[in-house]
Structure formats: C-alpha cells, structure tokens
C-alpha cells in the first residue's frame, strides 16, 4: 500500500455556499418638532437595495416620542414586510439599568398563536432612534424567519 496522497471527491464544506437571503438594514432615523408640539419620526430601512419608510406622528412628550420612535420602526418593518407579519406595538419604556439609558419594547406577532417579543437597546445619545433599533431587535428573528421562507 502507497503512502501517496490519493484524490478525494470534493466534500459539501467545498461546495458553493447557498446564496443567503440577506438582511434587513436599519437606514437612518429622523425627528422633526414643530412649534405646535407636534412630533414626526421618520425611519428608513433597507434590503437588497430597496428602501421602506416608516411614519408616525403625534403631540411631542418624552414618553411620547418614545413611543412615536417605535411606531415609525415598526411600520417600516410591516411594509417591507407587506403586513405579512402581522406586529403590533405594545408598550416602549426607557429605564436607567447598570449606570446607562436602556429603551425596552414590547411587541406582539398576531398568528395562530400571539407571540410575545422584546427588544431593548442601550440608548444613551438618542432614546427615541433608540426606539426605532429597539423595535428591530424585538423583530429579529421573525424578519430572518420571513426572509428565510418568502
């Protein structure tokens, strides 16, 4: 028997990696005050060079504008998704954990079943993008799930 080195079959760890669907990307984020009180929050997603705008409006508080951050995400989230997902936006809080800001959502994926998702996200310069990132991160694993199947 030789010792020579003998050809092997290419293995699957050789083979082509299948092409992955991608991510959804947090764009930019804005906020606009009016000397009214009023508030609009603007953000901006995009997925393989598309983008999708998510709105929301109101009277301009700190809680308030929170929750306006939120909704702006999580609009942007549904038309991208085309309402698909079915989300709905429970509840924002900012709490004061471990000498820093921390935006914590609440989020619900209306199916067969409600799931309950969360997503926090440290928000020490600018609580309402905050928000808006703290949304994306309660999404997370039901967008790659989306994107995964469609």
């Known amino acids: 028997m030789s010792n020579a080195a003998q050809p092997i079959a290419a293995s699957t760890r050789d083979a082509q990696p299948a092409e992955r669907p991608g991510r959804l990307f947090f764009n930019s984020f804005s906020c606009e005050r009016?000397?009214?009180g009023k508030c609009t929050a603007r953000v901006v997603l995009e997925f393989a060079g598309k983008q999708w705008t998510g709105r929301a409006e109101g009277q301009s508080s700190p809680i308030g504008d929170l929750r306006?951050?939120?909704?702006?995400?999580?609009?942007a989230v549904e038309d991208f998704a085309q309402k698909a997902l079915g989300l709905e936006l429970m509840g924002v809080k900012?709490?004061?954990a471990f000498d820093s800001n921390v935006v914590i959502v609440s989020a619900t994926q209306r199916?067969?079943?409600?799931?309950?998702?969360?997503?926090?996200?440290?928000?020490?310069d600018d609580a309402m993008r905050g928000a808006a990132l703290a949304v994306l991160n309660a999404t997370n694993r039901v967008l790659g799930n989306y994107l995964t199947t469609r």
Do not use: F, H
């Open 34 to 36: 009016s000397p009214a």
């Open 68 to 75: 306006l951050g939120a909704e702006a995400a999580m609009q």
């Open 94 to 96: 900012l709490i004061r």
């Open 111 to 124: 199916s067969a079943r409600a799931v309950k998702l969360v997503g926090c996200y440290l928000a020490d």
